[in-house]
């Protein structure tokens, strides 16, 4: 049997970006619960600390059991990026021939978006309004959630994380849905070099200025869009180029420096391309039609649910495992979280479906 010398992209179907939001969002879903399980070698997310990384190289050796909570605690954040990827990728590979227009390409975003961040957010004040009582929740945490919700507060320090650590993700996907019909209509004026230009940018801004808002206004340009711009243009490059070959040997190098630029601080920056071209076509490798396919795919289609309302379900499971530290703790705890976290996402798409049958 010969081996393949290269890998062909191709155009990836919606079974396929299925597949692969599904992978992500399981991904998302147990680092964001497993980095809370002390100890933790926490993650390089929004600024690389080269005590972390040697903490994640000594927790590994000291507790190589316990990997499997490590690992995800330390890498697992990066299946974010494969959101920002497939954004790029679908709506370049939709309005490639004719851009769309800029308002209504807007109002369908936030129709798509806000029914789910909404029914969360409920969810959040009867879960949190159980836990801590409902005149806690609502007078500590109603204007928090509301600058969550609507992206106000990625500018707020205090607010980024709080009261839902995972949402600061909704003030830059609001960010790229606006700067993306810019993007595609320059992009098809221009050329393929728009893309070009908006990955360096991306990097030019990290080099150049987050140096200066970090300091200045306490302002992490991985909070904008300026810190997403080179995977969100990676996956409009991969939308605009069609077919197209890369070496295994690419791949198996990428897998390589992608390992090394997340222990790495000068390669760092790097570390979330790299990762991308690493690993979509190892996951592209998987089977919509199979077994693990279709559960896969059934997590995709819920993905949106699943990152809305993993942030507030983890307690108290998250106090059992930091209280009786031991690796099975980390897999079974975090697994019945997983399942919790689904049907949670159930209920609240089962909702928002039948409150959309009725309002139409």
Known sequence: MRIPTYYLWKKMSPLESSVVKGVAIVFIVLHNYLHWVSPSPEENEFRFKSHNAQELITQLQTQPSDSYRILFSYYGHYAVHIFFFLTGYAFMMKHREQSPHYFNFQKRRWKALYPAIIAAAIGYFIYDGFRLGWAHTFQTEGLNLIRQATGI??????????????????????QAYLLLPLLIRWTQRHGVKIIYVTIILSYLCQYFIRDYTDQQFDLNLYHTILGHLDVLGLGMLFAYSG?????IWGIALAIIIFFISSLSAPLWKFSDLIFLIALLPLLRQIKATGSLGRVLTFLGGLSMYLFLCNGYLRRPLINIATDTPHWLTSIWSSLLFLALVILWSLALRYIVNKFSKVSN
């Open 153 to 174: 507060s990625n500018f707020i320090p205090d607010n980024i994380y709080h009261p839902i650590g995972p949402w600061w993700f909704i003030g830059v996907i609001l």
């Open 243 to 247: 077919t197209f070959k890369i070496p």
